[in-house]
């Protein structure tokens, strides 16, 4: 089969489509025909060579942590989907930007969600709903409102318009949360109909979020890696602040880190608000898997607008 891998950390050229073995099913997981896979910033932080000392996988790797594809093989143990079903989902710290993939962790697609945003969904939200819950958001494990969410209670999302931020805006709304998200001004909007007060991210933001939340900030979920010291400062207890991206600056400062395991419940619940229409994660750029370099090019150069998927259909 044809997938994107690299052998060696460097630059979007070391990811090359080549011919490696096919993957098959093992008891307790599923085997998917691809159809999309999204590229993740823990992907190209791989293939940079930026995570290691944190995690050294053996090389060659493939990267991709989310896909959507449609079930060709059955391991063992496995009795809530059969060949055909489509589903999307995760499997460890990569494998999944190939034409097929070996899932540990899946669940059916929102309805109403292109194949696409099925790609586009899983990494976000569960990333999304373990750092929620870890300040209270939500109830560890579900999408039922934790004491924060019950309250009604300010969170501040910063890199709300990113495709973990928005997952979290998305949550958190739906808890019942009052949220304020940080973006660039021309993002504002689309924070806005995901339900957040948007305000712009950068120095002074804690003048500009009590202007729009004199309430004051509950709890603050830093999605973009950019100032933990301010987040902290600006909520005052750094157990009510989580990041996703910089455990260095948590460890140093005392706040919290969610990351996004591979976890069942956390897909179930970014289908079920699918289903609502609440979240539809954005797709920025597709690209053919031969274009594989030219998509990670393209994401790790700067937020492209949402997701960045390889279409494996092309
Ligand atoms: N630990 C885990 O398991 C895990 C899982 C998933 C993601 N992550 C990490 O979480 C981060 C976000 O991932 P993602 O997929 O959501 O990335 P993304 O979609 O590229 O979003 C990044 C967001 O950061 C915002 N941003 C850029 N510069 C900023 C600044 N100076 N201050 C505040 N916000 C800024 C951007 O907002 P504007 O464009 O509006 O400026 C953008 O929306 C990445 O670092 C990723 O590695 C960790």
Redesign the pocket.
Known sequence: MRAARFHRYGGPEELRVEDVPEPHATAGTVRVRVLAAGV???DW?LRRGDLRGVVDPPLPLVPGRDAVGVVDEVGEGVDDVTTGDTVFGSAGLGGLSAEHAVLTAWAAPAAGWSVEQAASAG??MT?AVHALAAVGVLEPGTSAPGPVGRAGGTVLV??A?????AAAVVAAVAAGARVVG???PE?HRVLEELGAVAVA??PGLAGRVAAVAPEGVAVVLD?????LDQLVALVGDPAHVVT??DPVAAGRLGALV???ENDVAALRTAAALGERGLYLPRVGRTFPLEEAAAAHRLAEGG?PGG?VVLDLRR
């Open positions: 993740n910033p823990i932080k990494l976000a990333t910063e890199g318009s990113g495709s973990v931020g940080t973006a660039r993002n991210h950068g999605a973009a890696g950019a100032d996703v991206v969610a990351g996004g937020f997701k």
